[in-house]
């Protein structure tokens, strides 16, 4: 069997809203002074779905959608790969949840959200190749003190994930910590900024203008928050 037919090892979970069927990036939408502010938050939302989806798919890695909403797993939009709905509970209860069942069927988890358009083949990649080694972990710190992306070859490391402090400028500290592993068994990728508002498109556009393989909906979106950026400076 050649490793293209092998089963896949590492599988890249993202975590989504549905549009129409939640609020959509409402911090976000409250901060541009625009007339259709909302339309334009989903809209960029959206977008930034579309540079996700095409990075982790240049990654070569498999997909699942974790979806927000129990009844729109089978919505169009989440048509192309497999989905799971998101547990109730907190962020961390939901994101425990989601590791669990797909450590069933994979050996490394890795979990984004939908909303990181900067997100990177070659971070995927890297974060894949370090949790070939079990009970490894990697993590994708954000410049608001959250984090992008967690990956692990753990068996079960998401014991103290409900109840955390998230949406902090300690989230990633704290989240770190209530893991507990050695510093060794850590991969950190490189810091990116949160799409979440107005303050962030620069940081935004600037991290999609310096990747060095940017997929066609990468460059499209940058050229669209350039643009906004020019009328909303």
Same mark, same amino acid.
């Given at each position: 069997?050649?490793?293209?037919? !092998?089963?896949?090892?590492?599988?890249? +979970?993202?975590?989504?809203k549905t549009p129409g069927?939640?609020? =959509?990036?409402?911090?976000?939408? !409250?901060?541009?002074?625009?007339?259709?502010?909302?339309?334009?938050?989903?809209?960029?939302? %959206?977008?930034? =779905?579309?540079?996700?989806?095409?990075? #982790?798919?240049?990654?070569?890695?498999?997909? &699942?959608?974790?979806?927000?909403?129990?009844?729109? &797993?089978?919505?169009?939009?989440?048509?192309?790969?497999?989905?799971?709905?998101?547990?109730?509970g907190d962020l961390g209860?939901?994101? +425990?949840?989601?590791?669990? +069942?797909?450590?069933?069927?994979?050996?490394?988890?890795? /979990?984004?959200?939908?909303?990181?358009?900067?997100?990177?083949?070659?971070?995927?990649?890297?974060?894949?190749?370090? /949790?070939? &080694?079990?009970?490894?972990?990697?993590?994708?710190?954000?410049?608001?003190?959250?984090? $992008?992306?967690?990956?692990?070859?753990? *068996?079960?490391?998401?014991?103290?994930?409900?109840?955390?402090?998230?949406? %902090?400028? *300690?989230?990633?500290? %704290?989240?770190?910590?209530? #893991?507990?592993?050695?510093? !060794?068994? $850590?991969? *950190?990728?490189?810091?990116?900024?949160?799409?979440?508002? %107005?303050?962030?498109?620069?940081?935004?556009?600037?991290?999609l203008e310096r990747l *060095?393989?940017?997929?066609?909906?990468?460059?499209?979106?940058?050229?669209?928050?350039?643009? /906004? /950026?020019?009328?909303?400076?």
């Amino acid at each position: 069997m050649s490793r293209a037919d !092998e089963p896949a090892r590492t599988v890249v +979970a993202v975590f989504v809203k549905t549009p129409g069927r939640s609020a =959509l990036k409402t911090r976000l939408a !409250e901060s541009l002074e625009v007339v259709d502010d909302v339309e334009t938050a989903e809209s960029l939302y %959206r977008d930034s =779905l579309d540079c996700v989806r095409e990075a #982790i798919d240049a990654s070569g890695l498999a997909r &699942t959608w974790a979806v927000a909403e129990t009844d729109s &797993t089978g919505n169009e939009l989440w048509s192309d790969a497999p989905t799971l709905a998101q547990p109730a509970g907190d962020l961390g209860a939901r994101m +425990a949840g989601i590791y669990r +069942a797909l450590k069933e069927r994979f050996p490394a988890v890795v /979990l984004v959200g939908g909303d990181l358009p900067q997100l990177s083949p070659g971070d995927l990649r890297d974060a894949a190749e370090w /949790l070939e &080694t079990p009970d490894r972990h990697a993590i994708g710190p954000a410049r608001d003190g959250g984090f $992008w992306l967690y990956g692990s070859s753990a *068996e079960n490391p998401t014991a103290r994930w409900p109840g955390l402090p998230y949406s %902090r400028r *300690e989230t990633a500290e %704290r989240f770190r910590s209530a #893991i507990d592993a050695p510093a !060794e068994r $850590w991969l *950190e990728l490189p810091t990116r900024t949160d799409l979440d508002d %107005r303050g962030d498109l620069a940081g935004v556009a600037d991290e999609l203008e310096r990747l *060095e393989a940017p997929t066609a909906s990468q460059r499209r979106l940058a050229e669209r928050l350039r643009r /906004l /950026l020019d009328v909303h400076p």
